[in-house]
């Protein structure tokens, strides 16, 4: 989950220290326990680290006399192994010369009985960190074969778990050599100099050219050079390609947050997963299909497996892709998915949708799905990310960086990428829905100018959330799809807040829930269209009029011209008429417009909240 940088460039050049922290900068999203840095100078490695966020850092090293340097390696961590203090921050230095540096991302499983081992040896240990191990081990290594890259190669043969690794050496000053197994690693390619990082939001501002990297693979770049090698050194190339957005995009463009910008960026996040669906006859299309479509029209399940605000947007999918394909679906957490000895054979579909593309639940859940046969399908944000390449196939959602912890458009893009997945299967099945896909794009082609309309109407709901700034629990309710949206809505509040918020299930509350309302407890009700089938609306108006009767203050959000609510709700947020299964895309709006404003009024930091990072990229 945390950061990564490295840096090699020009020797007369002086960039290296401000690369490094700019990258760390883009990316401490991913983590915000400590940070440091290390650069390589001619006598040694240099290093500086604090605990706390990057301004931490930053303070530090204006206040250091550190030396020139062309080459340097940063880091910004999400605490694991020890707690978030200077001593645990990397990087870590190995061996008793200070002569190597290593940061590190993942987890080393077997990083006690390594660390028994050393000690026996009469290695001293200053942190607490499974990290520091590595570096001990990395060093030893190096003095045996005097080549990094060699010593790298003999080092991750005695580690266990999941690791993106980054070490430099004073006696081999311009190269820096990292290390991947289940986690994220990516090479830019610059002219003169070279760069790695957890994603490419680390080097964007200096090249769009990069290189992905495979599973337990080592790379090593120089400011002209990289090398590509398999854990058992046999020779590899990495796949290039371009990265389709810039630096612009990873910024705020005016806006206080991130998150903000982001909830504004959701028109465009969904417009632009929507573009280029279609071939030159009009059918709907995946980005890379390994998948035979007949095998496709054989699958009598489908599985969805994700996590957190990933697993809400797969929750809606449910409802859209049962209904358009008539395949039985289940939402699977990805965390007890492979632990529960899922059914799962070669006429499964399991679809897995991750932001990032390296989340390690989700990763081994997709792995252990085509160990049993499964066919598996990607919905990612993220190009050239692990789960993508290790699926059979991928949707990318095209929703450009997201910055903020808490995913706004990355869930409004996730569930456009599933309703096109789902109208591309049954357009494959030929069922009456499938026959009817043209129409729901067509539809779905309006949604973004919807939620532009929802987005300008929202400032009522910016002065209730300043209002309700000192509630304490809050609670969402929704039937149907709304049922994941109040999930969504109030997970939002949780992490960005810090308060008590539970999403139900409207039809689950007299059958216990209810028995938490009392007078003034706040309720956000998620209303079906008037239109909706099997009298869903009336139903949900109902359970308004049950909480409504027991002192709950109700906050409706509601479809323009629905008057039904009125009588019973103490707030009516209107949104715009849209097909039941495309509510969630409009619906789901005011809730993080919501979450945004309270936790801002109770003067949180809404793009990093605590505990949390962007990528979860441990188990």
Request: proline share 4%; glycine share 8%; charged share 25%.
């Amino acid at each position: 989950m945390c950061g990564i940088v490295g840096y090699v460039g020009p020797r007369a050049s002086e960039k290296a220290l401000d690369v490094v922290m700019e990258g760390l900068g883009r990316l401490e999203y991913r983590g915000y326990d400590s940070a440091g840095v290390a650069l390589v100078a001619p006598d040694g490695v240099e290093t500086r680290k604090r605990a706390g966020k990057l301004a931490n850092l930053r303070a530090a090293i204006e206040e250091a006399d550190l030396p020139e340097t062309a080459t340097a390696i940063g880091h910004t961590r999400w605490a694991t192994h020890g707690g978030p203090t200077d001593q645990n921050a990397h990087p870590h230095r190995g061996g008793r010369d200070g002569k190597l540096a290593l940061v590190h991302n993942g987890i080393i499983e077997n990083f006690h009985s390594l660390k028994g081992r050393l000690e026996s040896e009469g290695v001293q240990f200053t942190s607490e960190t499974d990290t520091e191990v590595v570096a001990h081990l990395l060093s030893a290594a190096f003095e045996r074969s005097g080549d990094l890259t060699t010593a790298m190669r003999e080092t991750v043969a005695d580690l266990h778990g999941a690791f993106t690794l980054l070490a430099v050496h004073s006696d081999q000053p311009d190269v820096v050599v990292g290390a991947r197994r289940n986690s994220p690693l990516v090479v830019g390619l610059g002219e003169g100099e070279n760069f790695l990082g957890s994603d490419v939001a680390a080097f964007i501002g200096h090249t769009r050219h990069a290189l992905e990297l495979g599973q337990d693979q080592i790379v090593t770049i120089t400011p002209d050079t990289y090398e590509v090698v398999n854990f058992d050194g046999t020779p590899s190339d990495g796949k290039a390609y371009e990265v389709t957005w810039d630096a612009a995009a990873a910024e705020k463009s005016g806006y206080d947050t991130f998150m903000e910008k982001e909830i504004n960026d959701q028109p465009h996040a969904v417009a632009d997963t929507l573009l280029g669906r279609t071939d030159a006859e009009g059918n709907l299309t995946l980005d890379e299909l390994h998948i035979d479509v007949e095998e496709l029209r054989a699958v009598t399940k489908i599985v969805i497996v994700a996590c957190g605000t990933a697993a809400y947007a797969g929750m809606v999918a449910k409802y859209a892709i049962e209904h358009w394909t008539r395949i039985p679906v289940e939402v699977e957490l990805a965390h007890e998915f492979r632990y529960r000895d899922p059914v799962i054979d070669e006429r499964t579909l399991v679809v897995s949708i991750s932001q990032s593309g390296e989340t390690m639940d989700t990763l081994m859940a997709v792995r252990h799905a085509k160990e049993l046969g499964a066919r598996t399908v990607s919905i990612c944000n993220t190009h050239g990310s692990t789960i993508p390449r290790e699926s059979d196939a991928v949707l990318y959602t095209h929703a450009g960086p997201e910055i903020a912890v808490a995913s706004t458009k990355a869930f409004l893009a996730q569930i456009t990428a599933s309703y096109i997945l789902g109208l591309y299967l049954a357009s494959l099945r030929g069922t009456s829905y499938g026959r009817d896909a043209a129409e729901v794009m067509a539809e779905l082609q309006g949604i973004p100018a919807q939620i532009e309309t929802v987005l300008a109407g929202m400032d009522r709901v910016k002065e209730i959330a300043y209002y309700m700034a000192d509630s304490r629990s809050v609670l969402f309710l929704g039937r149907h799809v709304g049922y994941p949206v109040a999930m969504e809505g109030a997970l939002k509040l949780k992490e960005l807040a810090y308060i008590h918020a539970e999403g139900f299930a409207a039809g689950e509350l007299k059958h216990g829930p209810i028995a938490l309302i009392e007078p003034g407890q706040p309720v956000f009700v998620i209303v079906p269209s008037p239109g909706s089938e099997h009298g869903l609306h009336d139903k949900v108006v109902s359970n308004i009029q049950e909480i409504r009767a027991r002192g709950a203050r109700t906050l409706v959000i509601a479809e323009e011209g629905d008057e039904d609510v009125v009588p019973f709700a103490d707030e009516v947020i209107r949104v715009p008429h849209t097909s039941p299964l495309l509510a969630p895309l409009l619906t789901v709006v005011p809730l993080q417009v919501f979450a945004l404003h309270l936790s801002t009024a109770k003067g949180l930091d809404v793009d990093q909240p605590r505990n949390l990072a962007k990528s979860v990229t441990v188990e």
